[in-house]
């Protein structure tokens, strides 16, 4: 059996509890702190992270044994969040030691995300963590855990491409102008319609350095809106035929009926664009872009379907790449295994080297009495590095037994050889060796 | 054959195509990966870029000491130096480009010059004393750093065409996501032309001067090769600023002078006979 403590997580996400649920188990700002140091104070855990966003809300901690503390976790979440007990028992999950370990690293590494390979998740795992270092909720055991979770995290980020390529038709489109334009700074995007779609491919473009939009909309109203929004001009659908050659890309989203955009307007673009590339989108249903305009030279059209058929490549490539990051986790959480599985030999170290430091203490009191202080601090020096020295091999060795998952074995014998104190070694072998003597006998 | 002389090229002969075997095995890892982002602490393309550097300048240097010249006047001696050319213009191109996706197209010419040259690399010649004076060695290199910035364009115009008929066709395959976006591409095969040209007509000139030739009348088939060649990157190059000859358009232009170039040194000239 293991004598150290236990890592813990109770959470629910996305998968087992429904969204108004899950908002209602939110830990709020101001809640949180106290629900904490509840926590701790009744000795529920010793130390605790808490993970809080709008897909999961998590309580990782530690305890010693952590199998039993289920009820108690419950209860006292159910209490802070005022939801139902029984509710929440019926949608969370509660993992110990090795799965929670595995768990907490596929949170971070996205491959328990409700997007695949989404990368925000690693950046709310880190704040999750920093506020709980900040306000002394971690020691040891968490410290390790959160350090070693985010160290694969950014493995996962940097050794398989898990977050690469657009999950959502507004970022294809916006992937996909990069494929033809290169770095978008410096681009003049032209937003055709004022609807949600383009609304976040133009958040898109925004973050990708585009600066300079004209927004076209029948009602002036939508398109002085945005142009406030994400700066630029605002323009009426008429002026459209005759400013588009001043676009590098055109998004077109409006709930027009036929076309709106059509090849004859799209070759005089081109034609003055002085052969200089013109990407046309076409996010509305039915197209707003007539099919023909993709045929004028140095003019690349992609309706909704392409952008679709594009999103799909990606989810599959991300798939994909999720089996590259499942094997990191588990390489990571053996990693974690090990070292746990080498705590269980820390007793025994403590025990053996307090023993050897007491004799040192005690025969440099004999052999310095009335010595001067310069003599004494020799002594101690050589005493201390003596002592580092005979314990170095032995203490290596058990280390690496421990993690080997030999410790309680190991333990057992070095306190045998050593002489330590008995209660470092595990009762069945004493009992074996107690046995065996008595068969001697 | 004295062969303590000959030593250190026999060796070097040996390295070079191994050297170019590795770089662009590099490079087509590097290009077959299936991430979509470049790993840029990957260190192999680098690393083997320079054994080919290396390996190729070192040949290049002890043939210069073995035969007492500039080793361009023989079919070997002139495929050997374009290949040399063309693994210096794909790093001065990988710069300017800021990717190594494009290494295993824009070295592969290189080595298609670089390997061959080894076999017909032979014993010293003697040249006549015209042959051997700076105008001439001049003329020489400014023509093959021309071919050489021809060939790399042809093969960014080459890989424009692909990107462009994958966007067209929206075929989001792996040539697609790895290579670079199109009008970068574009950029980049009318910059090499654009180089090319400027880099022909300075070895005109030069050869003009050389000869003392003051007119056009008694030019050789391949000589109007060569101005044909010329006026279609020249004339590529108008079109493009003045009547936005772009992307697509261009990027034939410059493939129909590349063939031309082959053509004027090949038919019409026979491989590098001087």
Redesign the interface.
Known sequence: MSTHPQVFVLGVNHRTAPGPLRDQLLFRDDALPGFVQSLLQKGITREAVVLSTCNRSEIYGVAEPAENLRPALEEAWSDCCGVEEKRLSEHDYFLVEAPAVRHLFRVIGSLDSMVLGEMQILGQVKEAYQTAVERQWTDFYLNHLFQAGLHTGKRIH?ET?IH??AVSISYAAVELA?????DLRGKTVGLVGTGEMGELAAQHLHRAGVRAFLFFNRSAASADSLAATFGGKSHTMDELPGTMAQCDIVISATGATGIVITAEYVRDAARR?????LFLIDIAAPADIEAAA?EA??T?L?TID?LK??VQ?NVE?RR??SRKAEAIVEEEAARIAAWTAGLDVVPTLKALREKYQDMVEREIDKRAAGATPEVRAQLEALGRGLLNKFLHAPSTRLKALGEQGEAQRASYYASSLFALDASAGPAELKTESRDKQNADR | MDIAAAFPILVLKGLLPVAYLAALVAYGRTFFSDRARENESETGPKTGLMGVLLAHSALLIAITLRFQRVPLWTLGEALLFLGWMLAVLHLLSEWSAETRRLGLFTLAPAAACAVPALFFLGDPIALPPDYLGAWFIFHIVASLASYAAFSLAAVLALLYLIQHRNLKQKHFTLTFRNLPPLDKLDRLAATWAFMGTLLMIASSVIGAWWVRRDSLRGMTPSEAGIFAVLAIFLGAAIARRALGWRGKRHAQWILLGFAALVIANSVLHGFFRY
């Open positions: 940097s491409g690469e390529g990069r494929k033809v334009l290169g664009r002085h052969g200089e590339p993709g030279e140095n690349f992609f392409d058929n594009a490549e490539l994909e790449a």
